[in-house]
């Protein structure tokens, strides 16, 4: 404690060290952008000053800020696509900081009557690599399927796979699924998928924003290593109430907002209805599925308790079951309870922002065998986490963030032997991080970011302390190219024991990585080039190296009480990246291509996981015609995935002689298997189309949409049955649609 308490006296002590280079002659400029229909915030807007090279880009929280502005009066231009530009011509004083809160109005044409000026200022200063922000926007362009999914949007990025239509479960640059982190509104998610791993569990409707890191990420996040999915839900219409009803084939959802005193509030429910669409991602297995999520989120800011301070209280519960009539199959129960606070500060009269965030989430999983021979299991993941971040930004226009992380972890795994007896491993561990980063901006053409993020393990026998340093540099070679690369060392103490070669793993158990077992490593290489051919037609380029350590398996081949539990792995993955962007009123694409290479070794095997795609191409086109219509196709092709081949069979004879059979009482034959992962399916290719149209009526404002999912009725191999030898595909041609009235 009294080294944290001094750390904590050294920051703040080279904080005011910096704070007296104020020029006399500048001033800077900062605000919040919200809408000015709802009053709720706006990320990722571009603010520029007129005839100068300052800008930025809203945050998550929508907040900006411009050191540095030559004194007199100045004109600042905000916009962003979906909204009308606009300009505001202020006196910037000296020596001061100087608040603009600007209020946007929305475009009357989805798309249409905006100009985007000045990205290229607002992203200069920008270090961070393998960033994409997703704003609800960018989702609303995707096409839509049996359901608008979040992890569908991120799929479409270069980088990130999956390993068929029915999963939404995905792998960034050659890491496993339980490699990435998703956080929302500050707390860990640990099961974010509905049905199976079908869909996602959190609503595109309540999103505010997102941030999708696919590595190189800042010393303020850490705990897992590959990927971050960072999401903020929405607040909530600030000016009025307002009210929502969805219905599409898979499920139905409901929402009320509005103002409360000093803020506002969102409340959103969605439940499942049964339907055949969900037997297409199954291949026909009438499978019971049931789930429901539900999202609340209140916050307060009133200026005559606490001038520029922000309270946001949030919960979130999520549930899935199936439970089918047939004894001789298992029931699963999945649940999410995940709540938090947070006080969000910009202080008076001083270039510093605060976040104090305290998150609580439960995760649940259970499986009841009946009849089906299985043994039950259970599994159950509570963290109390606490995060406090600091970021004060200099004159020079350097910028200093640090903070803490103090974590309350315990795993609890229930599981019955092969005696019948229940073993019940319970894993408690308290966690502290602490991290500062240094952002240099003070030279025009050259960025900087020195960093450090510091890990204790407590209990941990094996390297309690890891140290993390972070290092990220930008170079503006003109205009209207930018130069980027990043190194970062990432470590992870939370795992899943579950086996990459299973399709669709219900049960995928969370634990504590064991004290005598050091946690997993991994170092990222970035190097990327963004290039702009105009302000709106960007091609942005990324190469990444990868290497991974201490990647914990579970040992499948253990026969004796002597052998190791759990298999120590290790690993690289290296590719290359690129994707063209447009975003024009009329028309908008992407084009995207990824090419990459994974690799694990255990001992003398070496092998390409299952998630390993060597080619990967992804194609979204829209238009915006006008009248509120709304045209998208996306068409995807990628490289087979490997596959261990079955190179023949074996009968089995049991000691009385007898040869084993399965419950039903069937004879099971005996795999032979060639190497692991030695074979590859043929490509996957697929094209959707959607189609949405937006009209108003006395009472209401109703969105109807339609897809088409696998247009051309592809019939993309999912895999062989190993028992009947028989063919299983994946989606077929697939129609959906949707409706939604917002009162």
Known sequence: MLKILALKRTLLFVIFAFSFTFSQNTGNLRGIVSDSLTGEIIPYANVVVKGGKQGASTNSSGYYFIPSVPAGKRTVIFSIIGYVTREVTTEIKPGVINDINIKLARTSVDLGEVTIVGERNARENETDL????????DIELQPIGAELDIFRVIQNN???NTTGDATAKYYVRGGGSDQNLVLLNGATVYNPFHALGIFSVIDPEIISSLEFYKGGFTPALGDRLSSILNIITRDGNKNFYQGTVQAGLLSGKVAAEGPVPGGSFLLTGRKSYYSDILKKYLNDKDTPFDFYDLS???NFSDPSIDQNSKFVAHAFLSSDQVVDNDPLLEDYHIRNNIGGVKWSKIWNGSPLVSDLNISYSHYMAKVEPNLSGSKPRENNVRD????????????????LQFGFQNKFLTTELKQVNQLQREIDNLVSRTSLAGYMTYKFFRWEDVGLDL????????MAEKRPFLFEPRISFTWLINRLMIFKFAFGRYSQEMVTLANEDELISVFEPWMIVPDNITAAEATHFIAGLTSWFTDRFVLEIEAYYKTMSNLMEVNEQKFTSIQFDFKNISGKSYGIEAALKFDGSIFYGKASYALGWAEKYAKDLTYAPRYDVRHSINLLAGINPGANWQF?????????????????????????????????GNYEPQFIYDSKNS???????RLDLSLTKKFSTGFADFTLGASVLNVYNRENIYYFDKKTGKRINQLPILPAFFVKAEF
């Open 130 to 137: 393998g960033l994409e922000k997703i704003s609800v926007k």
């Open 158 to 160: 270069p980088g990130v």
């Open 296 to 298: 609340l989120k209140v």
């Open 384 to 399: 109390l986490t606490i995060n406090a971040d600091l970021t004060y930004i200099y004159d020079s226009k350097d910028q």
């Open 451 to 458: 960093g450090m993020r510091f890990n204790f393990l407590s």
């Open 632 to 664: 998208t196709a996306n068409w995807v092709i990628t490289s087979g995935m490997p596959f261990t081949p079955i190179s023949g069979f074996y009968d089995k004879l049991l000691l009385d002689g007898t040869v084993p059979i399965n419950i039903l």
């Open 679 to 685: 074979s590859r399916l043929p490509y996957y290719h």
